[in-house]
Each structure stands twice: as structure tokens, then as C-alpha cells.
């Protein structure tokens, strides 16, 4: 995997962003971004992945230490830290659905309420 900058990232997302629809223009398709292009149709989905490591070592924050025991006896082996940062993405989702999802299409996708790989307009969280 390539690690880049945020800026960098930020410039090739804006790249894509305006080629794809050219590029796809020129063998007669369209492209679009939207959340939720056609009505009465499922929108596209929204996910996030998170890492989160110690800047020094670079180390996974989010498994138990080796050794550690499961606080949680839950088994799935992660750290007090894991359970706390899922803890303060639930408390703060719709803040977070708000800069993530900003427009009237993303409102729409969110609301829509198709149960086909959803939960409707709730949030969810797996240990993938």
C-alpha cells in the first residue's frame, strides 16, 4: 500500500474527480458522484475504515497487547482504547454525518430507508 499525504490524496480524489467524466464522455457514458442518482433506487454506501497507531512505533492501537487480558470478555481481543474510539463515533455520528455526507443526495441516500444491505438511516459497526 501507498501512504501519501493528505494533500496529495486531496489533489488526486480532485483529479479523478474531474477525468473519469471526460475520459468516460469520450466512449459515449456518463459518470456520476452523487449519493443517490436515481429515485426509488438503493444510493451508493457510505463507510469508513480507522487506524490508529502510535506515531513512534507505528503500533496498532487497537488490538490487545499481547499478554493483556480482554476487559471486555468479549473475545474479539480489542484494547479498552478500540472500545472507547467506536464509543466516540456513536456519540458523535450525526456530527460526523454531517461533514461526511453535507449534501441534499446524501441526505436523500440516508433517509431513502431501502433495507437491502442497510439498516435503514441507522448506524451500525462490526469488528470486520
Given at each position: 500500500m501507498v501512504v501519501r499525504g493528505q494533500l496529495a490524496v486531496g489533489r488526486h480524489v480532485?483529479?479523478?474527480?474531474t477525468m473519469a467524466p471526460q475520459v468516460a464522455a469520450r466512449h459515449g457514458f456518463n459518470v456520476t458522484f452523487m449519493a443517490k442518482p436515481f429515485e426509488g433506487k438503493t444510493g451508493t454506501g457510505n463507510h469508513l475504515h480507522f487506524h490508529v497507531a502510535?506515531?513512534?512505533?507505528?503500533?496498532?492501537?487497537?488490538?490487545l497487547k499481547k499478554g493483556e487480558k480482554d476487559w471486555k470478555d468479549d473475545r474479539l481481543?480489542?484494547?479498552k482504547l478500540a472500545y472507547h474510539f467506536i464509543g466516540g463515533l456513536?456519540?458523535?455520528k450525526d456530527a460526523i454525518c454531517a461533514v461526511t455526507?453535507?449534501?441534499v443526495?446524501?441526505?436523500r441516500s440516508i433517509q431513502s430507508g431501502e433495507a437491502v444491505y442497510s439498516s435503514g438511516s441507522q448506524y451500525t459497526w462490526t469488528p470486520a
Open positions: 480532485c483529479f479523478y474527480h502510535d506515531v513512534k512505533a507505528g503500533e496498532n492501537l487497537f488490538p481481543g480489542y484494547s456513536q456519540k458523535h455526507s453535507p449534501t443526495n446524501c441526505y
